[in-house]
């Protein structure tokens, strides 16, 4: 099978996650937990970075308004996501109230160590985007059991904001999006390269053994996706 007829979704790049952190806390406890949140604060700034670029490159300020307009991912389809505004201001206040990610850990039990994606990749993302931008989260996240996630964005949106929002994603479209081949390239890239600086041979290993998890899960042709597409 060709790697162009492979096309990886959310559930892809939430299981490899999964693997990876298992497989590093099962090698190194504490410290592979700990390689797992400094690799996933690495590829959320990645992320808000290159969402940023996207934005200067439009001749776009950086803005609480704009981090929400150039998002690089869609849902694989309608209904798999449910997300929306809590409130504009004082401040722009956010929710998820279906995660696909956690439908995929669910999924295939690896819930445990999926929530670790969840820690702090939002404000990673946001302070990559722009570094004195902070996202903290005000509920406890679906993952780590509570009933939704819900975030505060440290800045309001005006109604006039919020109605360029909505302008500005129907003229961007897809065009900053990237696929979750490319997504998922990204995060084997970022978090394997994470482990096996942080944790040497043992980091090595557990990133050896994760991606036997996700072939054995998947079929070879989806690691094979991914090759050449990041960096």
Known sequence: MGNESVCCKIEHHAVLFAFLAKRAIEACGDAGRKAILSGMTIYGNERGRRMAANALAHGDELTTMTNQAYGEWKPDYDGQMEFGQLRTEPTLQTYISRCAWCDAWKKHGLTEYGKLYCVNVDNAVY??????????????????????????????????????????????????????????????????????????????????????????????????????IYP
Not at 149 to 156: A, I, K, T
Not at 187 to 192: A, D, E, P
């Open 127 to 228: 302070q990559g985007f722009r570094s004195d931008f902070v996202c903290t989260p005000t509920a406890t996240a679906l993952s780590w059991g509570g009933e939704r996630c819900e975030f505060d964005w440290g800045y309001p949106l005006t109604p006039e904001e919020n109605a360029m929002l909505a302008d500005k994603k129907k003229e961007l479209g897809a065009s900053c999006m990237k696929d979750f081949n490319f997504h998922t390239a990204h995060l084997k890239y970022t978090i394997s390269k994470t482990l096996t600086e942080t944790l040497g041979k043992d980091g090595e290993k557990a990133v050896e053994l994760a991606l036997k998890d996700f072939t054995d899960t998947f079929g070879s042709e989806y690691l094979d996706a991914l090759t050449g």
